[in-house]
């Protein structure tokens, strides 16, 4: 499977972006779903995840009740809306996909989009 993210950008504290994430397989939209960010000088990190049908979404807590992960399934998407941005959400965010799981994306299990770029400057 290919992934496509995009809509990074540079944007001011507090500021919202929306980020998207195309996927190319047929059967994407049976799978789990998420962002993940790797920052500066730091490991990549869990923000978001979807199950497949979008029922079921959880959160890193440094993002709970900022950032918001759906899907459109039609159009093998998802997005993850991001509000109140803050400088430490600055980071390359990466899209995956679980490959078989429905509910959860296993980092060691998924396939992985190239990044964009979140600059949130203060």
């Known amino acids: 499977v290919q992934l496509q993210a995009s809509g990074g950008g540079l944007v001011q504290t507090g500021g919202s972006l929306r980020l998207s994430c195309v996927a190319s397989a047929r059967n994407s939209n049976l799978r789990a779903m998420g962002w993940f960010r790797r920052a500066p000088g730091k490991v990549r990190e869990f923000v978001a995840a979807t199950s497949w049908n979008g029922d079921y979404s959880s959160y890193a807590d440094s993002v709970k009740g900022r950032f918001t992960i759906s899907r459109d399934n039609p159009k093998n998407t998802i997005y993850l809306q991001m509000n109140k941005l803050k400088a430490e959400d600055t980071a390359v965010y990466y899209c995956?996909?679980?490959?078989?799981?429905?509910?959860?994306?296993?980092?060691?299990?998924?396939?992985w989009g190239q990044g964009t770029q979140v600059t949130v400057s203060s």
């Open positions: 995956a996909q679980d490959q078989m799981d429905q509910y959860i994306v296993r980092e060691n299990l998924a396939s």
